[in-house]
């Protein structure tokens, strides 16, 4: 006896599984892609809550500012008192309550490249010089130049680079600190834990 050729329903499921996993293979190569647009959304929703605070401290003629975010799955940071912290002013914390405001997340370098870039573009009210198009021809083809005492011109009179492009008005860093709070019990006792928080600081010259 003859076996029966497989079905033409089998076939089909072959078929299909086939196309799944073409089309499962296609879209790993958009994840990044995804990880990237959620990433930098969700950075902008804790930007948005930051430069008002910067702003606050502005109208009040404050140049510089320091700002600790607290990551959502820090609980020490809820019920403590910062104390510890290596610095001339006491910083404003910021207890982030996202879903995904998380240690984990902020630990990535790209989150804090992403902060930092959206906060100055925020918070700067200032361009870049515009681009000179002048050509300028190569060295070797410049005209050397001397003065009456055998210097250049440009030395003599200490030519260089205005001031106002070596250093730019607005400055803004992010990067991980550690952080201390001291917390009390019920029996009144003291205890200091330890964590981790987004340090963010603005500096207005």
Do not use: C
Request: net charge negative.
């Amino acid at each position: 006896m003859v076996d029966a050729p497989p079905s033409y329903q089998s076939a089909q499921g072959f078929e299909y599984r086939e196309k799944e996993a073409e089309s499962t293979s296609g879209h790993r190569f958009k994840i990044r892609e995804e990880i990237g647009v959620y990433r930098s959304q969700h950075v902008t929703a804790v930007v948005a809550t930051v430069v008002l605070l910067i702003r606050d401290r502005a109208r009040g003629g404050l140049a510089n500012s320091t700002l600790l975010l607290l990551p959502s799955d820090q609980e020490d940071s809820r019920k403590g008192t910062l104390v510890g912290y290596s610095s001339e002013e006491p910083p404003v914390l910021v207890q982030l309550e996202g879903e995904h405001d998380t240690m984990e997340f902020w630990r990535q370098p790209e989150a804090l490249r992403i902060l930092q870039e959206q906060v100055l573009a925020a918070i700067s009210d200032t361009l870049p010089p515009p681009a000179d198009d002048t050509p300028v021809p190569p060295r070797a083809m410049l005209p050397r130049k001397t003065s009456l005492f055998g210097r250049k011109p440009g030395k003599a009179f200490g030519i260089g680079p205005p001031a106002a492009l070596l250093k730019a008005p607005v400055a803004v860093k992010a990067d991980l600190h550690s952080v201390f709070f001291r917390t009390e019990n019920e029996y009144g006792l003291y205890h200091t834990v330890d964590g981790q928080a987004v340090a963010l600081t603005v500096e207005v010259s």
